[in-house]
């Protein structure tokens, strides 16, 4: 059978696509609704007047969570909560984001190896942390008469952090510097069940891909 307008229907489950914010207790205009309490159970199909009147007696939202359905899906919980996690979430989002940038790091071409294990851990952190690193060498006096001393350097460099950084930009001269930027080299991460991702998956989100068994059998 053909899946309600604005579903996705898989074997087992039904994805409801709501884009932007939810209509929420008396915005909900419709006169009849599929129902998921806030326990995640279904009630199936009933009275918008219904609903609304059980989540207020329960201090609880009634929120549309799939308004192109037929009937639309609605979910009984504390949307005030939903909210205020989702802000929450984007806020924490933003500040990684923002705290994600280019660092640098200052090598001489004749550098001890002391000093150049600890600049190249702090590179490594760095790339771990998801930052870019640009490496700059700083050539002094004829120092700048011999680049190979410090391409040698920016070698040691790569060599040292070739599992977790790819270069960016290659080694190029920079007036009396020599630079390369290098970047977390993200491996590719193994995809998670369904099971799981379906236990960490948002309030709202995991709620409208619970209606598929009901939605058939009503159908069939």
């Keep these: 059978m053909a899946a309600p307008a604005g579903v996705v229907v898989s074997k087992e489950r039904v994805i409801a ?5 939810h209509r929420v ?6 006169d009849t609704i599929r129902l998921i309490d806030h326990e995640g159970n279904q009630r199936g199909v009933t009275s918008t ?7 207020k007696s329960l201090d609880l939202d009634l929120v549309e969570i799939a308004p192109t359905a037929s009937p639309p899906v609605c979910r009984i919980m504390d949307y005030g909560k939903f ?5 929450q979430k984007a806020k924490e989002s933003r ?5 994600v940038g280019v660092k640098e790091m200052k090598y001489r071409p004749k550098i001890g190896d002391q000093d150049f294990s600890t600049k190249t851990r702090l590179v490594e952190k760095f790339l ?3 930052h870019k690193v640009k490496i700059t060498i700083m050539f002094r006096g004829r120092e700048s008469a ?5 391409k040698k350097i920016l070698d040691r460099i790569v060599e040292r952090v070739g599992d977790t950084a790819k270069v960016e930009s290659s080694p190029k001269l920079d007036g009396r510097n020599m630079t390369m930027v290098l970047g977390p080299d993200k491996k590719p991460v193994k995809p998670k069940s369904a099971d799981a991702a379906t236990e960490k998956a948002p309030q709202v989100e995991s709620a409208t891909t619970e209606v598929a068994a009901e939605v058939s059998n009503e159908e069939n």
Excluded at 146 to 150: A, Q, T, Y
């Design 95 to 99: 500040r990684k984001t923002q705290n």
């Design 17 to 21: 696509t709501v884009p932007g914010d």
């Design 146 to 150: 011999h680049p190979e001393l410090g």
């Design 128 to 130: 771990g942390e998801g």
């Design 25 to 30: 207790n008396e915005r909900i205009r419709v």
């Design 83 to 87: 909210k205020f996690d989702e802000a």
């Design 49 to 55: 007047r219904e609903a609304l009147a059980l989540a």
